[in-house]
């Protein structure tokens, strides 16, 4: 018959798995640092080391229980070391949606809070003493979250099309917007919609911008600056990439 003292670990075994969660998951949230997002290094370290411990509890927590379901061949008392560690799964969902922030049309914090939720089962993995899994998830997570984001930024920049607002502004009355359109136009750039307003003199276009795929945005911006009738021009709405 199993031992209690074969189900339980050493307080040096505790120690460092928690420090162990803690250099994993380190890791994921220095890379959501660097992003300047809320989320960040001292967040997954807190949140690794919570699932950690709870998986810690959870499975060497109750040393008298374990021995009374040994003692009783599992015919009185029932024991489930799973039972804290499944209720993580769920608790963790509320977290990570606090993470995700609706900023106009656009939803960002989707990323950090799919990192948070890889935090909470590194953290499990790391206090259940499944270290391997713990150490090759992280690798594959940091790996997705560093170099997985050239080949999106690659990928976008070939087949994504964005939409953007232009604001331009002309010094007299009179300025010549078709010239700033004409532009846009020619470098592949549509015109979705152009709504006018005149302030002491001055007259200010904003212009929704339908951006295609592979179109040079920037040169279009560019050309359109160095228009004569021009004074100012800005530009907000182009994707951000997390």
Request: proline share 2%; with cysteine; net charge neutral.
């Amino acid at each position: 018959m199993v031992s209690v003292s074969e189900l339980t670990v050493s307080y040096g075994e505790i120690v460092a798995r928690l420090l162990i969660t803690t250099a994993l998951c380190g890791a994921i949230g220095f890379e959501r640092e660097t992003r300047d997002q809320s989320a960040g290094f001292r967040t997954h370290i807190l949140l690794g080391l919570g699932a950690a411990l709870f998986t810690l509890v959870s499975a060497y927590g109750f040393a008298p229980f374990t021995e009374a379901a040994l003692e009783s061949g599992g015919r009185g008392i029932q024991f489930d070391p799973t039972r804290i560690a499944a209720q993580i799964v769920t608790g963790i969902g509320f977290l990570g949606a606090g993470a995700i922030i609706r900023q106009g049309t656009d939803v960002r914090g989707l990323t950090t809070a799919a990192s948070l939720w890889a935090a909470a089962a590194i953290g499990m993995a790391a206090g259940a003493g499944y270290y391997f899994g713990a150490a090759a998830t992280t690798v594959i997570v940091v790996a997705a979250l560093y170099l997985l984001r050239q080949v999106r930024n690659a990928l976008l920049a070939r087949f994504r099309t964005e939409f953007a607002v232009m604001t331009v502004s002309f010094p007299d009355a009179g300025g010549g917007i078709s010239e700033v359109t004409g532009t846009l136009e020619r470098h592949g750039l549509e015109v979705r919609s152009l709504s006018a307003e005149l302030e002491e003199g001055r007259s200010r276009y904003t212009i929704q911008l339908r951006i295609p795929p592979r179109r040079g945005v920037h040169e279009a911006l560019e050309e359109v600056s160095a228009l004569p009738s021009v004074g100012r021009v800005s530009v907000s709405g182009l994707s951000e990439v997390e």
